[in-house]
């Protein structure tokens, strides 16, 4: 830059050039600038407003300057404000959805590996229509499903609890975990397999010495993609459970929607944050390996 600038002293060109540089790079970090502001302000408003006193809220309305930073909203939203007939807090119901987010996350990740590995390296005679059949849930909208998956689940006995949200999450998520992992073992050449093979590698050995030392790139996108989606779904936690047996989206909807005539604010937006504390840190913490994962190829 320094060279350019230099340059730009002696040839008029040069000096036209770095302005326009200069005001191309100032009006795109401008826009960048708005529109982060305008993303970040609601999250912005959400942590003042737990911070705040409720008699500062209700004196000063919803957006406005924090005048006090407390945390009692946040100890009120974690343990005892009363949500869904009980006044134990979001605890239980942010442990319900880590108990359905995680087993839920990891058998659909390894069942769409599994499924990716032999839709691409162990074709057979339908292989393909087999796949695209799968991939009609990806474009299924969670909503047709709720009379077949209420049918199955009181079959089961499955209903109004965790065990039954970890079944649905599962099943609605291999068509997601299939695509992915099926699309990024298609470019592992067919040689490699050919080659174990004939050195005497069978299926699962394939599978576990070569297929899933080449996937951490794919299964980092799998998992984050799966724990985000599971965490935030609201839609199967309302409809097949209640009270204790909640998740936290639940949960929240519940919160939202009470028929108190004075709103706590303050510790709604406490437990909003609690509720998306999980996902803002898989993605603060993982969202670069989401991005790589997504271009990297097998084989470099």
């Known amino acids: ?3 350019i600038a230099l340059n730009a002293r002696h040839d008029p060109e040069a000096a036209a050039a770095t302005r326009r540089y200069f ?13 982060a502001v305008i993303y970040l302000a609601p999250m912005l408003v959400v942590v003042f407003n737990s911070l705040r ?12 300057v924090p005048r006090s930073f407390r945390l009692d909203a946040w100890a009120q939203a974690w343990g005892t404000y009363c949500v869904s007939g009980t006044c134990e ?3 239980r119901n942010f442990f319900n959805s880590l108990w359905m987010t995680i087993p839920a996350t990891v058998i659909s990740t390894l ?4 499924n990716g590995y032999v839709l691409s390296k162990w074709r057979f005679k339908g292989s393909e229509i087999l796949f695209n059949l799968m991939l009609l849930g990806v474009f299924m909208p969670g909503q047709i499903s709720l009379m077949p998956w209420a049918f199955l689940l009181g079959k089961l006995g499955l209903t109004n609890s965790t065990y039954g949200l970890v079944l649905i ?5 291999i068509s997601f975990t299939t695509l992915f992992c099926r699309n990024f073992y298609v470019s592992i050449p067919d040689d490699l397999i050919k080659a174990a093979r004939i050195d005497g590698a069978g299926f699962w050995r394939i599978f576990r ?7 951490p790139p794919i299964l980092i996108v799998t998992v984050i993609w799966q724990f985000t989606g599971i965490w935030n779904e609201y839609l199967f936690g309302v409809v097949f459970t209640s009270g204790q047996q909640q998740p936290i989206t639940a949960a929240l909807v519940a919160l939202t929607a009470g028929g ?13 944050l609690i509720g998306a504390l999980p996902p803002l840190l898989i993605y603060l913490f993982g969202g670069k390996y989401f991005v790589r994962g997504l271009t990297q190829g097998a084989i470099k």
Do not use: C
């Open 1 to 3: 830059m320094a060279e």
């Open 23 to 35: 005001w191309n790079r100032f009006l795109i970090y401008a826009v960048l600038t708005l529109f």
């Open 53 to 64: 006193e409720q008699s500062e809220i209700a004196r000063n309305g919803l957006i406005s």
């Open 89 to 91: 807090g979001m605890k």
């Open 111 to 114: 069942l769409g590996a599994m």
């Open 169 to 173: 999450h599962v099943v609605q998520g």
């Open 209 to 215: 010495k070569i297929i899933l030392p080449l996937s």
């Open 260 to 272: 108190t005539t004075a709103r706590a604010y303050d510790v709604m937006s406490a437990a909003v």
